[in-house]
Every structure is written in C-alpha cells, then in structure tokens.
C-alpha cells in the first residue's frame, strides 16, 4: 500500500512570495489533515477535510492560507503572501473514515524556507 | 481547548536500559484518545501506542507501554530494553472522540540512545 505523497519535499521563496503544497493521501482515505510542524515545536493542525467538506479550519490563518481539497482526494495548501515566520515543515496526514480509532498515516512533510 | 505538555526537552539512556517519557493533558471531554509518536531525523511520523481514555488497562506494544492515569491527566511511555533505532524525538498527542479529531501535540521529547 502507497504511503502519503507530498510535493515537493523542500522549498526556498522570499517572503511576500507564493507558494503551493500538494498531498495525495492513501487511496481510500475520507479523512486528511494539514499540520504545520515550526523547529522545535510538535505539529500544530491548520484544517481537517472529510472527503471535501472542511471539518475544522479554526487555526488556519485565512488572511494568507488557503487550502482545498476539490475533488475528495488529493489536496492542495497555499500561502500568499508568505512571511518569515512560514518557514516550518508542512505535514499532511490521511485516516480511513471507519473504526473509531483510525490511525493518521503522516507523510514526509514539505520543508518551507521563507527568507 | 486540549493542551499536552512534555516537559522533558531530552533525555538520554543506555542501550539496553529502560526510560520513561512524560506527558501531561488537560481537557474537558469523558471521550478521546491519547497517542505517542516516534519521529526520526527523516521526519516520517510513526504511531508507536496508542490509549483509549474508556481504558483503565494500559495498552501494551511489544517494549512499549503507557502508563494512564486518567484522574491525573498523565500518559508516560516506557521504552524497555532500548535500542539504537528507538533514537528520535517523541511526540505525546492527544485526539478528541468527535468529528473534529486533529491531532493536539506536545513540543516533544529528543530521546538519545547511547551504546
């Protein structure tokens, strides 16, 4: 079984720059999870989808984040405009939508560099 | 809204030994899940254990077991007979039993093995 695929796994912009990351979750998973993972810090949640509806967003910045997940499969999470304090690894995370302790399958991350 | 704490930055252990990492929660909720994850330089978050709050007995996975204390909000990890590969930072993390389930993390425990 395919793991959690993001892209890419490293990134460089300028601050005020845009930017894209992408997840495929494992096929079948009703469920995916954006974290934001700062250096030193435990992952923080951004938003939960299940299937494409929005579950919880309440920690996502909106004026700058948005993310979508239009089709109830792969998904998508953008920052316009960065800023210096973006710089994190980006992890996405996806869980079956049955048994009630579904595990979340994290993927590699996208490391951000905002400079 | 959950908070866990970790208060252990680091800990070292010889090979072989045992070690215990602490994990503290507090919430409102009767119903949720606490979980520990393992994360390698790689960034690849791994489920190590996990705990069912309606749970008194503690879960059990092969050298690794928790320590619930429900009353006093507590969740350690024990790691026996440690090995080389368990080396990484830990992660305790707790899951409401609602629709919205996002991970809440601790800052995480740097766990150094040495030979």
């Known amino acids: 079984e395919a793991g959690v695929a993001q892209s890419p796994r490293y990134k460089i912009i300028e601050k005020r720059q845009s930017v894209a990351f992408w997840c495929n979750p494992i096929s079948g998973h009703a469920t995916l999870y954006w974290y934001q993972q700062i250096l030193g810090q435990g992952p923080k949640l951004l938003i939960q989808?299940?299937?494409?509806?929005?579950?919880?967003d309440s920690q996502l910045p909106k004026d700058r984040f948005s993310a979508e997940r239009l089709k109830g499969v792969d998904s998508t999470l953008k920052i316009q405009p960065a800023k210096l304090e973006d710089s994190a690894v980006y992890l996405c995370a996806s869980r079956p939508s049955w048994g009630l302790l579904g595990e979340q399958y994290f993927g590699p991350g996208t490391r951000l560099t905002v400079t | 809204a959950q908070t866990v704490t970790q208060s252990q930055p680091e800990m070292s252990v010889q090979e072989a030994e045992t070690v215990t990492l602490s994990c503290t929660y507090d919430?409102?909720?009767?119903?949720?899940?606490l979980f520990w994850y393992k994360q390698p330089p790689s960034r690849q978050m791994i489920l190590v254990i996990r705990q069912e709050a309606y749970k008194q007995q503690n879960a059990t996975e092969n050298r690794f077991s928790v320590n619930f204390q429900k009353a006093a909000k507590s969740f350690s990890l024990k790691i026996s007979d440690s090995q080389l590969g368990d080396a990484a930072m830990y992660f305790c993390a707790y899951r409401a039993g609602g629709g919205a389930d996002g991970l809440t993390f601790g800052k995480g425990t740097h766990l150094i093995i040495q030979p």
């Open positions: 989808f299940q299937n494409n509806g929005v579950v919880d």
């Open positions: 919430t409102s909720e009767s119903d949720y899940y």
